[in-house]
């Protein structure tokens, strides 16, 4: 896997991160391996539009081995990184099958990313999917168009409520631009093709347990998104928490006293609320001796490495420095300079180490067709013109020209004719497509 006599970079994690730190070592004189539990670097911004049909998961997912197909000093390694020995610098890595093999490391370079978070409250999993992976976009694409299906096909009003209501946990971005696309699925693309029902009439529940949705924007821009949010019908409940998540309902509590309970009728429930680290982030923690935060996040010094290990970098969701948010221009940045230290390690060793220094290009979200939201520095967009702007941001940072063109297409062929063509489901596994309904 590696040349003999090369120092040898190992990049846990195929994320914005992770590729950002192999790209730009791309030049230097070392053998780089990136180790991937899947085989795609995984544009996550975009998952809620392939969950809700929009893009197919081939245009948000590029396979890593065509992405680093010219750098001849990459490598790529498939696998989940499951153990680490600090002072051997080995990292074990698990197979599909359950086998494991060992990568040796002269630099380490962590970039896994984080998970859904659902504070202690594993059992949801089963009845409220995440929104961090492809399996979690695809699931979620399952149990929209299923709860569509199966209301067609029952007989009354009341038997069909519970199916045409969605539950959305969490009033962050990923909320939010669910919460709108749900609403847009329905009135548009599926308004005209069922016979026993009105897709218009489904319901979108927002629970959120802020005063107000988006609190990482600006308030002015936070108040725009909650009045398109009520212009498409969305139904907001803020100062809430969603407390319990059934098969048959979710309950929420609300945070001020008296705390009030209540339950509504569901077969829909997405999880937004929330992200925590990696297993592997537990294990590094110990295996380096050092104290993660409650989000499992590991901090770092200037440079990006952990203090007392000058040899390992976090970057990306799992570090934590400066109250930097998990986004994605984080971890490209953090990737990209820690490539750059390493690089500058290997021509000056021992010289003095950069210190990493983040440039805010801003946040965006997506609230309906014609309506989103863009904040950079003094910078405030809302409506049409963040809309405009949102969609030029989030092409320009899609990997490869392929996946820009596959998307702009899919988007003016949505706004064309108000169809949505990547609705096809599947069943998860082999295993459950071959069991019938019952």
């Known amino acids: 896997m590696t040349a003999p006599g090369r120092p040898h970079v190992l990049v846990i994690g195929g994320g914005f991160g992770g590729l950002y730190a192999?790209?730009?070592?791309?030049?230097?004189?070392?053998?780089?391996?990136?180790?991937?539990?899947?085989?795609?670097?995984?544009?996550?911004?975009?998952?809620?539009?392939?969950?809700?049909?929009?893009?197919?998961?081939?245009?948000?997912?590029?396979?890593?081995?065509?992405?680093?197909?010219?750098?001849?000093?990459?490598?790529?390694?498939?696998?989940?990184?499951?153990?680490?020995?600090?002072?051997?610098?080995?990292?074990?890595?698990?197979?599909?099958?359950g086998s494991t093999y060992e990568l040796k490391y002269d630099f380490l370079v962590v970039a896994a990313g984080m998970q859904q978070a659902y504070h202690g409250h594993e059992e949801y999993i089963q009845y409220a999917p995440g929104m961090k992976t492809l399996d979690d976009a695809l699931t979620i694409r399952r149990k929209l168009i299923a709860a569509f299906e199966m209301a067609e096909s029952l007989p009354t009003a009341e038997e069909r409520q519970p199916w045409l209501t969605f539950a959305v946990a969490g009033g962050g971005p990923t909320g939010v631009e669910l919460a709108g696309q749900i609403r847009e699925l329905a009135t548009r693309a599926l308004s005209h093709e069922f016979r026993s029902i009105d897709p218009r009439?489904?319901?979108?529940?927002?629970?959120?347990?802020?005063?107000?949705?988006?609190?990482?924007?600006?308030?002015?821009?936070?108040?725009?998104?909650?009045?398109?949010?009520?212009?498409?019908?969305?139904?907001?409940?803020?100062?809430?928490?969603?407390?319990?998540?059934?098969?048959?309902?979710?309950?929420?509590?609300?945070?001020?006293?008296?705390?009030?309970?209540?339950?509504?009728?569901?077969?829909?429930?997405?999880?937004?609320?929330?992200?925590?680290?990696v297993?592997?982030?537990?294990?590094?923690?110990?295996?380096?001796?050092?104290?993660?935060?409650?989000?499992?996040r590991i901090s770092v010094g200037p440079d990006l490495s952990v203090p007392g290990h000058p040899n390992v970098w976090v970057v990306g969701d799992m570090m934590?420095?400066?109250?930097?948010?998990?986004?994605?221009?984080?971890a490209m940045q953090g990737?990209?300079?820690?490539?750059?230290?390493?690089?500058?390690?290997?021509?000056?060793?021992?010289?003095a180490r950069a210190p990493f220094k983040y440039r805010d290009l801003g946040s965006a979200a997506y609230i309906a067709r014609g309506h989103a939201l863009v904040q950079a520095g003094p910078l405030r967009m809302s409506g049409f013109l963040g809309w405009l702007?949102?969609?030029?941001?989030h092409i320009a940072f899609l990997s490869g020209a392929r996946n820009r063109a596959g998307t702009l297409v899919n988007w003016a062929a949505t706004l064309a004719t108000n169809s949505r063509r990547e609705r096809a489901i599947t069943y998860g596994d082999p295993e459950t497509a071959r069991k019938p309904y019952s």
């Open 389 to 393: 702007s949102w969609g030029f941001i």
């Open 201 to 277: 009439e489904a319901r979108v529940l927002l629970f959120h347990g802020d005063d107000r949705v988006l609190p990482s924007f600006d308030r002015k821009l936070s108040a725009a998104a909650q009045k398109t949010l009520d212009i498409v019908g969305v139904e907001t409940h803020l100062g809430v928490h969603v407390t319990d998540v059934t098969e048959t309902d979710v309950e929420t509590t609300t945070k001020a006293e008296p705390k009030t309970k209540t339950r509504y009728d569901t077969r829909t429930v997405l999880w937004t609320a929330g992200v925590e680290a």
């Open 22 to 97: 192999a790209k730009r070592l791309r030049h230097s004189d070392v053998a780089v391996t990136v180790l991937e539990r899947g085989t795609s670097h995984v544009f996550q911004p975009l998952l809620y539009q392939c969950a809700t049909g929009l893009v197919s998961e081939g245009s948000i997912a590029s396979p890593l081995r065509h992405l680093l197909r010219h750098q001849d000093n990459a490598h790529v390694a498939l696998g989940e990184a499951s153990a680490i020995d600090v002072e051997a610098r080995i990292v074990t890595a698990s197979r599909f099958d």
């Open 320 to 330: 934590a420095k400066d109250d930097l948010p998990g986004v994605a221009e984080v």
């Open 335 to 351: 990737g990209r300079h820690v490539g750059s230290v390493i690089a500058a390690e290997l021509e000056h060793p021992g010289s």
């Open 279 to 296: 297993p592997f982030a537990r294990t590094l923690a110990t295996a380096l001796g050092v104290d993660p935060d409650r989000s499992g």
